[in-house]
């Protein structure tokens, strides 16, 4: 069976969409996978990536011609199955299913609730934008052959329009992912993030939580805007700050196993009822570390955390909380070592992309 995924928004590496569900059919036999994305052309993996050059800047020309761009080397591939990863290219899946192939819509975010915070969208325009994009989401999800999210609560909602709807979630590929810890010793406890450096990402008030706890380091990865560094260094904790900037995933990988705490504090966004997320890996990610996490009290983390004794939830935005936190673990380090250990065997035992691999492979069975 030829499989072709397309995307004209992410990139050709994309973890979601090469590393996992690309790689991962490849390794069927029966399976020829296809790529079309933005950027060069090549193979890897045993996976044919076909790139359609550079994503333009400007939105409107990646929602209209780029997404056509990308429609058009996927006509080219013939495939049995197109798999869509992107909203914007849901304007051509009705036109493959005329074609006689088997339409996947990939929702990695729920673009319903998204739309209503895009900043670049005049607010008076955002409600009825929204209420036209849903109307046709929902029309077309109704007519595909199978959805695929990342998930419960997106789930439930495709599943009013499409009972082929399945939770594939984003939890890490433990092979990536080496154990080893060089770090030496130097009395001081360290914080540690890799990812987003954004609002989104709470390090304000992490920065005010630690501004008077004694030996504490917090190290940072990640791509910021300049801006969002200034502001950041106007916090008095910033002097126990350690921003990296964006640097390599080996580099990172080593960083995570030479920090003592995993801070993922996401701000509630879209959960206005605080379900939360498993479309996102900032705490598998420091789960699989062997970080004792301090997380955001989203319910569906919370059940995670707690009910594997593997760190501590808070309110993102709550310093004395999330301060209290980080005093508990540095206090008591052997509480803090065993919450480590029960989260990385937590991942390495459940929450992993070999789970969600099987899924995978259920929804082309299916179909």
């Known amino acids: 069976m030829r499989i072709c995924h397309i995307t004209s928004a992410h990139s050709s590496t994309d973890v979601r969409i090469f590393e996992k569900e690309c790689t991962s059919l490849a390794k069927k036999e029966e399976y020829e996978v296809f790529l079309v994305a ?10 044919n990536v076909i790139g359609i050059g550079e994503r333009p800047e400007g939105r409107i020309k990646r929602f209209t011609g780029f997404a056509k761009k990308a429609y058009k080397a996927a006509v080219k591939v013939n495939a049995d199955v197109y798999h869509f ?14 074609m006689g192939k088997k339409v996947i819509y990939d929702s ?11 900043e670049y969208i005049p607010k008076p325009l955002r409600k009825i934008i929204t209420s036209i994009f849903e109307r046709y989401l929902n029309r077309v999800s109704s007519k595909i052959d199978a959805i695929v999210t990342v998930t419960p609560r997106i789930v439930e909602k495709y ?31 360290r914080l540690c993030f890799a990812g987003g450096v954004n609002s989104q990402w709470s390090h304000e008030y992490i920065l005010e939580a630690i501004s008077d706890i004694d030996d504490v380091e917090y190290v940072f990865f990640g791509a910021a805007s300049d801006s969002y560094i200034k502001e950041l260094s106007q916090i008095d904790g910033w002097k126990r700050a350690d921003y990296r900037g964006k640097v390599p995933f080996d580099v990172v990988n080593r960083e995570l196993w030479n920090g003592d705490i995993g801070m993922a504090l996401c701000q509630y966004v879209l959960d206005a009822d605080r379900t939360g997320t498993l479309g996102n890996t900032k705490l598998f ?3 699989l570390h062997q970080l004792p996490v301090i997380a955001t009290d989203y319910s569906l983390w919370r059940e995670i955390v707690e009910g594997e004794n593997c760190g501590i939830c808070v309110e993102p935005s709550n310093v004395p909380q ?42 082309y069975d299916n179909i």
Request: aromatic share 8%; net charge positive; with cysteine.
């Open 38 to 47: 933005p950027g060069e052309s090549y193979k890897k993996n045993n996976v």
């Open 85 to 98: 990863h992107d909203p914007e290219l849901l304007q051509f899946a009705l036109k493959f299913k005329n």
């Open 108 to 118: 990695h975010e729920d673009t319903v609730e998204d739309i209503k915070r895009k």
């Open 159 to 189: 599943k009013k329009h499409n009972d082929k709807v399945y939770l594939v979630t984003n939890y890490p590929i433990v092979d990536s992912v080496c154990s080893q810890r060089d770090r030496k010793e130097d009395g001081k406890t």
């Open 285 to 287: 990610e420091m789960m």
């Open 322 to 363: 999330i301060r209290e936190a980080i005093k508990k673990l540095i206090q008591n380090k052997a509480l803090a070592n065993e919450m480590g250990k029960n989260g990385r065997k937590a991942v390495l035992e459940k929450y992993n992309w070999e789970s969600q691999e099987k899924t995978l492979y259920i929804v």
